[in-house]
Nanobody, 112 residues
């Protein structure tokens, strides 16, 4: 069973950086888009960023200029580089493959 696996979450101070990783989302032949979503306590899950097989990226307005989504050349891992983190970025971050397969999430807490 293919299921994305997230890693890299943790506690960071405001203004700090974290890099999330997503692996095990399937072969390069079956993937057409990988997305990162997040869900804060009491809020709906929202799209943070996505990257298509062709390399097109998309970002939520709230993270533009601060977050970067990219992949390795072999499509084994997709990363979410998060800089200038804010307390409002605190959430469980989920990796999604093809709008279908979900990981279990990794918690990011931004707090002093």
């Amino acid at each position: 069973q293919v299921q994305p696996v997230e890693s890299g979450g943790g506690l960071v101070q405001p203004g700090g950086s974290l890099r999330l990783s997503c692996t095990n989302f399937g072969s390069i032949f079956s993937i057409y888009i990988i997305s990162w979503y997040r869900q804060a306590p009491g809020k709906q899950r929202e799209l943070v960023a996505s990257i298509s097989k062709g390399g097109t990226t998309n970002y939520a307005d709230s993270v533009k200029g601060r977050f970067t989504i990219y992949r390795d050349n072999a499509w084994n891992t997709v990363y979410l580089q998060m800089n200038s983190l804010k307390p409002e970025d605190t959430a469980v971050y989920y990796c999604n493959a093809n709008y279908n397969l979900w990981g279990k999430g990794t918690l990011v807490t931004v707090s002093s």
